[in-house]
């Protein structure tokens, strides 16, 4: 047991330092250089703001979940479904915080639509984090750890395809 969570880990660590170093110096570089200074910091303002009231899309629902089925306190499923629809109405919360905060902030439309965009990521980004909390929650470690690992593996190859890849490109520009 010892050894193959030990290995787990090794592996997981490995692959997630791998996807970040990726990430930093070559998506991120690859961003800034085909956007250019000003919109990458639009960007990331808008990035920045989204992010900011992350929250609300949890509010602790993984985890009160993830700790219910690890002690047994409640039967796999029970509750999944209403919890499921919890946070479809915190995404909307969402999506209402950021995009009255844009609108207080004095953002363009463009910027707007950008941060309810990041808000959309975000959420898939929770509902993704919750799903997987129910692996780890049964113990099965391992196959969180790949899970989580090939979510990012992927996000990673997308953006690289849009970035290089064949064709003329996504023209963005966060400044409209």
């Known amino acids: 047991m010892k ?55 949890d509010a602790g629902l993984t985890t009160y979940y993830t700790r219910q089925l690890a002690a047994s306190a409640m039967r796999k499923g029970e509750g999944l479904r209403g919890l499921v629809m919890l946070k479809a109405g915190l995404w909307l919360l969402h ?20 941060v309810l965009w990041l808000g ?28 989580a690992n090939l979510e990012k593996l992927v996000l990673l190859g997308l953006c690289l395809y849009f970035l290089v890849g064949p064709g003329e490109g996504y023209d963005f520009n966060p400044q409209s």
Request: charged content about 5%; glycine content about 12%.
């Open 3 to 57: 050894h193959s969570l030990l290995g787990y880990v090794a592996f997981s660590g490995s692959l997630h330092a791998l996807v970040k170093l990726g990430w930093v110096l070559v998506v991120e570089v690859l961003v800034q250089r085909s956007m250019g200074m000003q919109a990458w910091g639009s960007f990331y303002s808008a990035f920045s703001l989204s992010m900011a009231f992350y929250i609300v899309l």
């Open 95 to 114: 999506a209402l915080v950021v995009g009255l905060a844009g609108l207080l902030l004095g953002l363009g439309w463009g910027q707007i639509v950008l």
């Open 120 to 147: 959309a990521n975000l959420a898939m980004l929770s509902y993704g984090q919750f799903f997987r909390s129910l692996f780890s929650a049964s113990g099965r470690y391992g196959l969180e750890a790949v899970l």
